[in-house]
């Protein structure tokens, strides 16, 4: 197949190699963020033998199990719009000019996992070939590929486990480890983070069956790819492409001041203001509230945005600061009323 290069690949020279330079950083910064040295090299290698941008989010990396090497895997992962490019540059593709044939079944319904009955999806791809049009069906079935959970009747709450995350973790360090916990009888569900499998899954199910329908038909094209909605019943993915790109330029920006694990914050102290690891944060504002409660209450009338932002990333460690502000006024008042 004769691919045209992918726009962020630049082969000249000179100034055009600076340029290439410049694009694989913002591609390592953005779209393929969580990659090792290795798995980068790897996903540049077949962005270019596919001919895909990731700067155009066309193709992204997805790495599984980063906390935990044994389980350690990357996954490179293209929107459907990509897989259609592939194979519109073969020049012998022609789409199905037919809906996909979607099948259901009443016995299949249910309300927290399946609630329009789907059973499976039918897309057909045409490939031309010795001067004829071939047919290549690809199917799909809903329990095979929809993001189907064990989750509480009542949802999930995040619980302690009472670990803490390493102080060289590139973005959790000093932070306590979490779990989810479901609340009530455990019960099938869709994964509340892949929200279009439940307002579109006729949608996503014909997603897949389309890939498969396209792998089989130009299988040395695809090797290594996959699409979206087939990655989201294995793995919980919280961010799509673009907030992945969103979330690397921001990684970016938090590198220039500090690191992205703190909090710029202004201690009352006649100091510029300082930028504050989060893991430590909230034990420096409790013995603050405890040593000095006069310069506490200052503190936290200055400081109101940057305790928004600790509450978002910490929210057991906001709770406990949320409370000993509330016993410190308490307190306060109670001694202003007997004075």
């Known amino acids: 197949m004769a691919v045209k290069p992918s726009q962020f690949v630049v082969a000249d020279m000179g100034a055009l190699v600076t340029a290439e330079a410049r694009n694989m950083d913002l591609v390592r910064r953005t779209v393929a963020k969580d990659c090792d040295p290795a798995e980068f090299d790897q996903f540049i290698h077949i962005c270019r033998a596919v001919g895909l941008d990731p700067l155009r989010r066309q193709i992204y990396a997805f790495v599984f199990g980063k906390d935990d090497p044994s389980k350690r895997r990357m996954s490179v992962v293209t929107a459907i719009d990509g897989y259609r490019a592939i194979a519109e540059r073969t020049k012998c593709y022609r789409p199905d000019e037919r809906a996909p044939r979607i099948e259901y079944s009443d016995a299949a319904k249910c309300s927290s996992k399946n609630p329009l009955g789907l059973v499976r999806a039918e897309v057909t791809v045409y490939k031309y070939s010795h001067g004829a049009w071939f047919p290549t069906v690809g199917e799909a ?36 480890k979490r779990k989810k916990v479901p609340i009530g009888d455990v019960v099938e569900c869709l994964d509340p983070s892949k929200p279009n499998w439940r307002k579109m899954g006729r949608v996503m199910i014909a997603k897949c069956a389309e890939a498969q329908a396209l792998r089989r038909a130009w299988p040395d094209d695809f090797a290594g790819l996959e699409v979206d909605e087939e990655v989201d019943r294995r793995a919980s993915i919280d961010l799509t492409a673009s907030e992945l790109a969103e979330e690397g330029a921001s990684a970016k920006r938090f590198e220039l001041i500090g690191g992205p694990n703190c909090i710029t914050i ?19 504002v409790l013995k603050l509230i405890k040593e000095q409660p006069d310069i506490a209450l200052i503190f936290e009338d200055r400081n109101r945005d940057a305790l928004k932002e600790y509450w978002a990333l910490d929210k057991s460690g906001a709770l406990a600061v949320k409370a000993a502000y509330e016993k410190l006024k308490s307190e306060t008042r109670s001694q202003e009323a007997a004075e």
């Open 266 to 284: 202004d201690w009352c102290d006649g100091e510029p203001l300082r930028r504050e690891p989060v893991g430590q944060f909230g034990d420096k």
């Open 141 to 176: 079935y809903w329990d095979e590929y929809a993001p189907i959970i064990e989750g509480g009747e009542g949802g999930f709450e995040w619980v302690d486990t009472g670990q803490y995350y390493p102080k060289d973790h590139p973005t959790k360090a000093g932070k306590p």
